[in-house]
């Protein structure tokens, strides 16, 4: 089993410390930048908000975010699966 590293994460204006595989230290901490700068132009474009307002704005951006992407993925294999659907049409019917 590998071993967790314990890591200290400001997340807005809070700091956790959570323990992650090494491997995944980095991404963490790519995935913690990313949530703190949307919370910063959130807080920039709604003013008068609460901490807890402008992280859930956050998520909920961020799962749309992945859920688009996971969407353009998988219309992307479908493209290339009617295409070679396409294309072995075509050489049926031209044999």
Partial sequence: MEELIPINLVLGDRTYRVKVSPKDEE??????????????????QF??????????????WYATQAQANADSSENAELSKLMQRMDMQLDQALAS
């Fill in 47 to 60: 003013a008068g908000k609460d901490m807890q307002d402008y992280i859930a704005m956050v998520v909920l």
């Fill in 27 to 44: 991404v963490v901490r790519k995935t913690i930048k990313t949530i703190n700068e949307k919370l910063i132009e959130f807080k920039t």
